[in-house]
């Protein structure tokens, strides 16, 4: 089937420097998109998302940028902090079909002070 | 605030044994979903419901069983637990189709261990 992929496993950073995290889909069908944190201990927390019909998208100290050229996916983090370490998963979904979105096997941040 | 509850945190259990997962959601939502959750592997999906009494089988579905009686209600049974299910199980739901956003809410997880 169809797979999600992260190009890093482990990004390690100091604290203040920003941070980015890449994510390969495959599926050209997909049509929305998802980040997800994963502290330790605890279940996946929606981060920020967005649909196909836009190549960017900001949140607080989040930005998500989508390539659909060459279905690439990242999720920067500005002036990363302690409380950012964490495992960051990218979740596809094609909404016009399934809901069911397929997972990345997740990227682990970890901020050094 | 809204939440997703499973029962148990942590368990340990025994090769044969039949295990419960349960996972509670206050949301009012549509669709329910169980993961197992291993290192390097990420997210694979077992089983998911989108109504009540409905269940459709996900990636690996081989050696579970769901039950949905209720819409907020969604159990995972291992029938006959064996080593390799030793994992962490996370459950999640998300509104209907049709919502705005397709945004999964995931409990805390429950740390299975089977000797």
């Known amino acids: 089937g169809e797979s999600v992929g992260l190009h890093l496993p482990t990004l390690s950073v100091q604290e203040g420097d920003n941070s980015i995290i890449n994510c390969a889909y495959s599926?050209?069908?997909?049509?929305?998109f998802i980040w997800y944190k994963q502290e330790s201990g605890k279940g996946p927390q929606f981060i920020i998302d967005?649909?196909?019909?836009?190549d960017k998208r900001q949140g607080q100290r989040v930005t998500v940028l989508l390539n659909k050229t060459v279905k690439h996916l990242s999720l920067q983090i500005a002036a990363t902090q302690p409380g950012d370490s964490a495992v960051y998963f990218c979740?596809?979904?094609?909404?016009?079909?399934?809901?069911?979105?397929?997972f990345g096997r997740g990227t682990s941040l970890i901020v050094h002070p | 605030d809204v939440k997703v509850t499973q029962s148990s945190r942590y368990l340990v259990k025994r090769t044969g044994e039949k295990v419960f997962l349960e996972c509670v959601q206050d949301m009012d939502h549509e669709n329910m979903f169980w993961y197992r959750q291993d290192p390097g592997l990420g997210l694979r999906l077992i089983y998911f419901?989108?109504?009540?009494?409905?269940?459709e089988k996900g990636d690996i579905p081989e050696g579970y069983s769901v039950s949905r009686e209720k819409k907020e209600r969604f159990s995972l049974i291992l029938e006959s637990a064996s080593t390799n299910q030793t994992s962490m199980y996370l459950c999640a739901s998300s509104q209907d189709r049709g919502a705005s956003t397709g945004e999964l809410f995931f409990g805390e997880g429950s740390r299975l261990t089977v000797l």
């Open positions: 979740a596809e979904n094609n909404q016009g079909g399934s809901y069911i979105p397929t």
């Open positions: 419901s989108y109504d009540v009494k409905m269940k």
């Open positions: 967005i649909r196909s019909n836009m």
């Open positions: 599926n050209s069908a997909s049509d929305y």
